[in-house]
């Protein structure tokens, strides 16, 4: 539904609902971007605001948290006394599986920490 705001022009409220079965279970990350990330990118919008998130109770129940913390992260890289600097392997898509190695292997070696997937990419066989 698409709704004027009372006194404003060009100015709305939009409601959307998404079906669940488009987010990964468990994932908060695949499911806020999906929503909020990929939406505020749209470069047809001058602004956008989030007002309102309502989660299924069952939904959340899939949440599990992290399973340990930033310690075990730490002692897994042997990196300590300093933030970790990481970064997210694009583009996205249409990377082949020795492609994404190389890009990998050479952030690595530039002297990142870690690499991580695009929030959009979950669940990939």
Do not use: W
């Amino acid at each position: 539904d698409i709704e004027p705001v009372a006194g404003e022009e060009n100015q709305y409220i939009c409601y959307v609902a998404y079906p669940l079965d488009l987010f990964e279970e468990g994932s908060v990350t695949n499911m806020f971007t999906s929503i909020v990330g990929n939406v505020f990118g749209f470069k047809a919008l001058r602004a956008l605001r989030l007002e309102d998130l309502r989660i299924p109770i069952a939904y959340i129940k899939t949440f599990q948290g992290p399973p340990h913390g930033i310690q075990v992260e730490r002692d897994k890289l042997n990196k300590y006394g300093r933030p970790l600097l990481g970064c997210t392997i694009k583009p996205k898509l249409g990377l082949s599986a020795k492609n994404y190695g190389r890009a990998v292997y050479e952030c690595l070696r530039g002297g990142l920490d870690f690499t991580k997937d695009d929030e959009n990419v979950n669940s990939q066989p």
